[in-house]
């Protein structure tokens, strides 16, 4: 069993350019949601895919959009990057509609916004 | 709104003592609390969970207590290990919209001294 992967490991953009991030989630898993971890800080929610629709989002501007595609793998996309954007981003997967407790990380992936 | 409050941002233990690592919680609709671990250039990692209508769960050196009315939880590593040294983060689940997020706690440090 793989786990949840995640790729890019790391990635520098700059300003204004579009980014996209790809998670497969572990074997059995059809939920992903994605995080937004900063320097010092917990993971921040940004949003879930579950049968290929967002049921949850958090605090997080249009500029993330996502999608999950029939083998529950996901995309995170953002666009007009920001300084601010540049963070540890990760994908966790749950089994279920409702899903146990316990979500399974990915190793995730840096962005770095210059 | 922090919703998950880890207040230490550090700890030292020696090895073989007890690590006492402490969150608080603010949203009583929670009904889950995880416990995850991370290494440096690593996801979280999940280590152990606890239901809001239990008050302990025990997994081999780690204990984790649920005092509700105090809104707080705490994870016991007994004896601590050098191995333990990492950051943990406390994380809530909120299952107030019918579906499910994780809101996470800003991580405590811990470094177990041999």
């Known amino acids: 069993d793989a786990g949840v992967t995640q790729s890019p490991t790391h990635l520098i953009k700059t300003r204004g350019q579009q980014v996209t991030l790809r998670c497969s989630p572990k074997?059995?898993?059809?939920?992903v949601s994605w995080y937004q971890q900063a320097l010092g800080q917990g993971p921040q929610f940004i949003f879930q895919?579950?049968?290929?629709?967002?049921?949850q989002r958090g605090n997080f501007p249009d500029r993330f959009s996502g999608h999950q595609f029939p083998n529950y793998s996901s995309e995170l996309n953002v666009n007009a990057l920001l300084l601010g954007d540049s963070a540890l981003y990760l994908c966790?997967?749950?089994?279920?509609?409702?899903?146990?407790?316990?979500?399974?990380f990915g190793p995730g992936t840096r962005l770095l916004v210059l | 709104d922090q919703q998950v409050k880890q207040n230490s941002p550090s700890l030292s233990v020696q090895e073989g003592r007890i690590s006492i690592l402490n969150c608080d919680y603010t949203?009583?609709?929670?009904?889950?609390f995880l416990w995850y671990k991370k290494y440096p250039a690593e996801g979280p990692t999940f280590l152990i969970s606890?239901?809001?209508?239990?008050d302990k769960n025990e997994d081999g050196r780690f204990t984790v207590f649920l005092n509700k009315s105090a809104k707080h939880l705490s994870l016991h590593i007994v004896p601590s290990q050098p191995g333990d040294s990492a950051v943990y983060f406390c994380?809530?689940?909120?299952?107030?919209?019918?579906?499910?997020?994780?809101?996470f706690g800003t991580g405590t440090r811990l470094k177990v001294l041999a």
């Open positions: 949203n009583s609709m929670f009904d889950y």
């Open positions: 966790a997967s749950s089994p279920g509609r409702r899903g146990k407790e316990t979500q399974y």
């Open positions: 994380a809530a689940r909120d299952v107030t919209s019918g579906t499910y997020k994780y809101i």
């Open positions: 606890i239901s809001s209508i239990k």
């Open positions: 074997s059995g898993h059809d939920t």
């Open positions: 895919y579950y049968e290929e629709e967002e049921r």
